[in-house]
């Protein structure tokens, strides 16, 4: 079970429709869960900090055993295949995963030192969206890695 925890809705349509699309490619190799979580607040109106606080504890509240891997620009950059070294040694340890992908505001440091890993996607920023989506994207690419399938050339 991999599970990815994000703030804020899917509201670009192309976006929704390539994660529902990697959800489904997904699905022969791994059991994938989605959790929409809501945003901690507006910046107009309260501190960075306020929002922060309410995301972690509402993300934290979800985290059970699961090991926690946040993405976050300044977080380590892997290769596809290391990505996929990490996949491969969930299912050789069983131990479920557990994506983070924050708010408009980043992580507070709570999230960040409960984290077992802080990953980068890129320098860039993206969107909770786009970050979904290349996220599923390279889970999928993952699978096919740890499989032997072409997809990763």
Known sequence: ?????????????????GVERY?????????LSLLELKSGGDINREPVESIQKKEAAALLKKVKSEELIILDEGGEALTSKG??????????????????????T???????????????????????????????EQIYRSMKIIKGEKYHY
């Open 23 to 31: 959800c489904k490619w997904l699905k022969p190799y791994v059991n």
């Open 1 to 17: 079970m991999i599970k990815i925890a994000y703030f804020g809705s899917l509201k670009t349509r192309f976006v929704k429709s």
């Open 106 to 136: 980043g992580f507070h440091e709570d999230v960040k030192r409960s984290a077992s890993k802080i990953l980068s996607l890129s320098r860039m920023t993206f969107t909770h969206e786009m970050a979904l989506l290349l996220l599923t």
């Open 83 to 104: 990505f996929s070294t990490i996949i491969k040694n969930r299912q050789v340890t069983s131990r479920e995963l557990f994506f983070a992908i924050g708010g408009y």
